[in-house]
């Protein structure tokens, strides 16, 4: 019998961690109209006003195309040629610095996950591909 996961479960799940990402995202393009007024805003952590460990970017709007970048990978699978783009001019912008190790990071992660569900879902097809066939012999020696 499946059992239903409390809440406190599956508020750390990782499609409830993927859905509030993409809907923070979301939000956030949804308010941003003139994403261009971001530029050289420095990048700050809350009320710190200092630079955030998990950013690396140079300053809001670098941060801005980063996460609507990571939003498209998530949701398509590609990204956007805008968004390539821009990503592209962000590394001109920035030569020799670490302005795209948070994207690498997310990419290979994302990658390696996507590989594994991609075998873990192979083995369940084979499990219930192996039970259907059980069933059919079962029910032809009766």
């Not at 912008?93 to 990658?111: K, S």
């Amino acid at each position: 019998m499946m059992q239903v996961p409390d809440f406190k479960n599956k508020r750390l799940s990782l499609v409830s961690a993927i859905n509030r990402f993409l809907t923070s995202v979301t939000v956030m393009s949804g308010t941003i109209m003139v994403p261009s007024l971001l530029r050289d805003l420095p990048v700050e952590d809350g009320d710190n006003h200092m630079k955030s460990n998990v950013s690396e970017q140079k300053d809001m709007y670098d941060n801005y195309l980063l996460l609507k970048s990571i939003r498209n990978h998530i949701e398509w699978g590609i990204q956007d040629e805008q968004v390539k783009s821009d990503l592209e001019s962000i590394k001109a912008r920035e030569e020799g610095d670490d302005c795209g190790e948070l994207q690498r990071q997310f990419h290979h992660h994302l990658d390696g996950l996507y590989n594994v569900l991609s075998k873990l879902t192979q083995q369940a097809n084979r499990v219930t591909n192996r039970y259907t066939k059980e069933l059919e012999i079962y029910d032809l020696g009766r």
